[in-house]
């Protein structure tokens, strides 16, 4: 298997509205990410798990909340978002050391209304 | 923090003539990979650069790190209908677990 899966395809939420974002592998990778994404801009990374552990989270507002509950699953929880929260949310997940890249799911559409 | 520039932002071309993206790091980069995204998907990983003015080539691709490891280009020969999409430089940082992707190039090839 060398997919990343993530569900929901297309998300609509209300500001007061609490969802999550789910993301599993199944290549035995050891790191995953959270990347967010702007019409017509690159990727902006939010979070990062490695072995399991948050090692990086690049300043981001405390609505998004990302849970690993283990190495093949990455959640992320979302809850009072604003409209401008609105984006493609990517997960990707990479083997350490590896020279073969990240490989992303295709990604949630997120509107918030 | 680490900055990765890249130009042009967008480029047409007539099928068949040559396309080039350039990539710029502010710091010394572990690695250098792109991607191809496709209007509407997500991005696919084409190639990683390692090494000080590595070369790389993939059919019609080549790939090229310089030797700083702070800039790389990619070259496509004779574009196709097919090589449409945004390709995006991302570099490595030297702790590598943090990507940060180039502003991206939108390729749009007229038949």
């Known amino acids: 298997d060398t997919e990343v899966t993530q569900t929901p395809k297309h998300l609509v939420m209300g500001m007061t509205n609490k969802k999550s974002l789910k993301c599993e592998q199944h290549?035995?990778?050891?790191?995953m990410y959270w990347y967010k994404q702007k019409a017509k801009k690159p990727p902006e990374l939010m979070f990062v798990?490695?072995?399991?552990?948050?090692?990086i989270n690049e300043s981001v507002p405390s609505r998004f909340s990302p849970e690993c509950p283990n190495s093949s699953l990455l959640n992320l929880h979302l809850h009072a978002l604003q409209p401008e929260d609105s984006a493609l949310y990517l997960c990707?997940?990479?083997?350490?050391?590896?020279?073969?890249?990240?490989?992303f799911g295709s990604g949630t559409r997120l509107t918030v209304v | 923090g680490q900055q990765v520039m890249q130009i042009p932002q967008y480029q047409h071309v007539q099928e068949g003539e040559d396309f080039t993206t350039y990539c710029n790091s502010s710091?010394?980069?572990?690695?250098i990979q792109w991607y191809k995204q496709r209007p509407g998907g997500h991005p696919v990983f084409l190639i990683q650069?390692?090494?000080?003015?590595e070369v790389k080539k993939q059919k019609r691709l080549t790939f090229q790190f310089g030797e700083a490891k702070k800039n790389s280009s990619l070259h496509i020969t004779a574009t196709q209908t097919t090589d449409v999409g945004t390709y995006f430089c991302?570099?490595?940082?030297?702790?590598?677990?943090?990507?940060?992707f180039g502003g991206g190039t939108r390729l749009m090839v007229k038949p």
């Open positions: 710091t010394t980069l572990s690695n």
């Open positions: 798990y490695s072995y399991e552990k948050l090692s």
């Open positions: 991302a570099g490595e940082d030297n702790a590598g677990n943090m990507l940060t």
């Open positions: 990707a997940s990479s083997y350490p050391g590896s020279s073969y890249g990240y490989t």
């Open positions: 650069l390692v090494k000080s003015g």
């Open positions: 290549m035995g990778h050891r790191a």
